[in-house]
């Protein structure tokens, strides 16, 4: 789990719109791909002025395998939510090895003292590697403060045998409509799972259907907001099957659309019916899948 320069800048640009105020969950403590100094000029490059850290706060890497390396010098998740204003950074994880301050498994139901704790929540690669996704859901959920946050980075394609799985990014849509969270927000980003690459990450605008096809890794950034009415166990239907439903239903409402598709059907020779469908849709195998850009950074 880490956060590179890009999702660094994309969480700076969602706090930029809407402050991020006291606490802060990580989930599973985050390598963080830059020093102090790097970031302090990457929030400046985005009109953020960053907070002063508290004394003592550690500026170096907080993570054991990154001592006496080349990253030991880069900064602490810790301290990057720090200079954006927040509190308080916990981080929540499956042991205590790299000195997370909750150690929970996100298979089983989280305690009641943390339900309603935390401002963010930063899932920044986590819950691919949880069995039990639903869980893990309801447990983020849960945890969230009204008014609070979550911000998803998770893997959609090309990422064998890096966790269990890999995500449409219909399932956050999905899951959250239907528990009642607003605010939401998706982007399909396009980048290189090796966190040292210099090739910028390609967001883009997500829709909720179509195919997508890259050689580079992909995945979704999705954030969402909790409110008072918020719910946290509603199981979703997946959506694809009640649009394609009400998709239906309104063309057997539209006797002229329907008459004349069917006249396309059965004049038309297959040859001709394929070239208008070529026409009239966008190839959603081919960049840009016919998303808009959002940016590249």
């Known amino acids: 789990m880490g956060l590179a ?16 105020t006291g606490s802060v969950l990580i989930l599973g403590r985050q390598n963080v791909y830059a020093t102090l100094t790097e970031t302090r000029l990457l929030l400046l ?13 550690g500026l170096r890497t907080n993570i054991p395998s990154w001592f006496n390396t080349p990253q030991a010098n880069n900064t602490t998740d810790a301290a990057f939510f720090k200079l954006l204003g927040a509190t308080e950074v916990m981080a929540l994880d499956l ?5 997370a301050d909750i150690v929970h ?3 089983a139901p989280v305690s009641e003292e943390w339900h309603n704790r935390f401002n963010l929540i930063v899932d920044g690669g986590t819950i691919e590697h949880v069995f039990d996704v639903r869980q893990s859901f309801i447990n983020i959920a849960s945890m969230l403060r009204p008014g609070g946050r979550i911000i998803h980075l998770s893997p959609t394609s090309n990422h064998v045998n890096h966790g269990f799985y890999q995500f449409s990014p219909t399932l956050f849509y ?14 399909i980003f396009e ?3 090796r966190f040292h690459d210099t090739r910028p990450w390609d967001f883009y605008e997500m829709r909720t259907s179509g195919l997508i096809a890259s050689n580079r890794q992909l995945g979704t950034a999705f954030i969402a907001e909790k409110t008072m009415s918020s719910t946290v166990g509603q199981i979703p ?29 059965r004049f038309l020779p297959p040859i001709a019916q394929t070239c208008i469908r070529n026409m009239l849709r966008t190839d959603q195998t081919r960049k840009p899948w016919g998303l808009k850009r959002w940016d590249k950074f």
């Open 237 to 265: 239907t997946q959506s694809f099957y009640t649009q394609m439903y009400e998709q239906n239903r309104t063309e057997q409402n539209r006797t002229v659309h329907s008459l004349l598709k069917a006249f396309v059907r």
């Open 105 to 107: 498994d996100l298979n």
């Open 95 to 99: 042991s205590d090895f790299e000195g």
């Open 174 to 187: 999905d899951y959250y409509v239907a528990n009642g969270f607003v605010g939401l927000k998706g982007f």
């Open 45 to 57: 490059s985005e009109g953020i002025t960053p907070a002063d850290l508290p004394p003592g706060e």
């Open 191 to 193: 980048y290189e799972i």
């Open 5 to 20: 320069k890009p999702a660094l800048r994309f969480i700076a640009r969602e706090h930029k719109q809407k402050p991020f």
